[in-house]
């Protein structure tokens, strides 16, 4: 399918070239009160896992700013709200516990890149803590930073992704449940029947 694949990182470096040494330095593998600030206001992040073949995963986590608490310098927590069940992230990190975080703060073109080691956790302290709409998560994902650092907004001005006259309609796309139904129909019910109800179930479950 792909021809002339890159396979080694000296081939790698000979193409693209070095970082440059602020781009190497501003990795402070810790969470500074800049860090700190970020995650406070970022309602949304990207988390990323591998499993011990390298299978990997993406996780997209939100809620309310500030739903991520910092613990300390090295530390932080992330509630795991209800989903769908699948647990891909979650069984990742039971056979390799490091991760790639990527914190969003919605209108702002920078991004806090976190990577580390993460354990799931059942501390009762650490969960009340994390509470939302009344509702405690069973778990949390706790992770250790190693690597912390802002990235640059090139991304976002390309894509001008915060822009709204550049957004798509998105009625031009079907719902998940449209596409759901197109792929796999359930029995006994319409399309419009299915569609209200997975819209119901999403709301009775959001925390």
């Not at 390298?54 to 997209?60: L, Q, T, W």
């Not at 569609?195 to 179930?201: K, L, Q």
Request: net charge neutral.
């Amino acid at each position: 399918m792909f021809q002339h694949v890159v396979t080694t990182a000296r081939e790698l470096r000979e193409l693209v070239g070095d970082p440059n040494e602020r781009a190497v330095q501003k990795d402070l593998g810790r969470l500074d009160e800049h860090a700190r600030a970020f995650v406070a206001r970022s309602s949304f992040l990207l988390l990323a896992t591998a499993g011990a073949s390298g299978r990997c995963d993406v996780s997209p986590k939100g809620d309310a700013p500030g739903f991520v608490r910092v613990l300390d310098d090295r530390h932080l927590a992330i509630p795991d709200r209800p989903g769908n069940k699948r647990l891909d992230g979650m069984t990742n990190l039971l056979e390799n516990p490091h991760v790639g975080l990527i914190f969003l703060v919605p209108g702002k073109e920078d991004t806090l890149r976190v990577n580390g080691r993460a354990w799931i956790v059942r501390d009762e302290t650490l969960l009340a803590s994390l509470e939302a709409m009344g509702r405690r998560p069973q778990l949390a994902i706790g992770v250790e930073v190693e690597e912390c650092y802002l990235h640059c907004p090139k991304a976002f001005r390309r894509s001008r992704l915060w822009e709204p006259d550049t957004w798509t309609d998105v009625r031009e796309l079907p719902s998940m449940a449209r596409v759901r139904w197109a792929q796999q129909p359930v029995p006994g019910r319409t399309l419009e029947e299915y569609e209200r109800e997975s819209e119901e179930g999403l709301r009775r479950t959001m925390y």
